[in-house]
């Protein structure tokens, strides 16, 4: 199996099996602060929202909803796995490297040990039209929590 093919696999996965997916009934841990963005791609229609929990200085907690292309919701998917347990500077750091990757139009490599799965969207910075679609949640998780640190 080609890493394309493997990329591939895992937004398929994620868009279908949307980890963290539903605000609705989800409560912050006990002590957490938090910290909620709504972002609409007003071209595409791709929409987000994301509220982001942090206790002890990690991100204790990421619910979200939303509506729109698979690659939208994969990276949703795919920033929630990824987030989860980070201290708030890791997250940072991590979303900092991934806005990079994406805007780079495919000229800076997605490091696996920094994005985890999260490197399956490399080959999105090739396609200026679909940068902000994976992109959507990354910027609400930075909104999230810049309000809840």
Same mark, same amino acid.
């Given at each position: 199996m080609s890493l394309d093919h493997l990329y591939q696999q895992i937004i398929l996965d994620h868009s279908k099996a949307r980890h963290g997916?539903?605000?609705a009934g989800t409560k912050a841990?006990?002590?957490?602060t938090t910290g909620q963005s709504h972002q609409l791609n007003p071209v595409c229609g791709d929409e987000v929202t994301l509220r982001l929990a942090v206790a002890d200085g990690k991100v204790a907690q990421i619910a979200w909803d939303g509506a729109g292309c698979s690659i939208?919701?994969?990276s949703a998917s795919?920033?929630?796995d990824l987030a989860e347990g980070m201290t708030v500077a890791e997250m940072h750091e991590v979303i900092d490297n991934f806005r990079e990757v994406l805007r780079s139009r495919g000229k800076v490599p997605a490091d696996p040990e920094i994005l985890g799965d999260a490197a399956a969207f490399e080959g999105v910075a090739r396609y %200026?039209?679909?940068v902000k679609c994976a992109m959507i949640s990354w910027v609400a %998780?930075?909104?999230a929590?810049?309000?809840a640190a």
């Open positions: 997916s539903g605000l841990p006990d002590g957490a939208s919701m994969a795919v920033l929630t %200026a039209a679909r %998780a930075e909104d929590l810049n309000q």
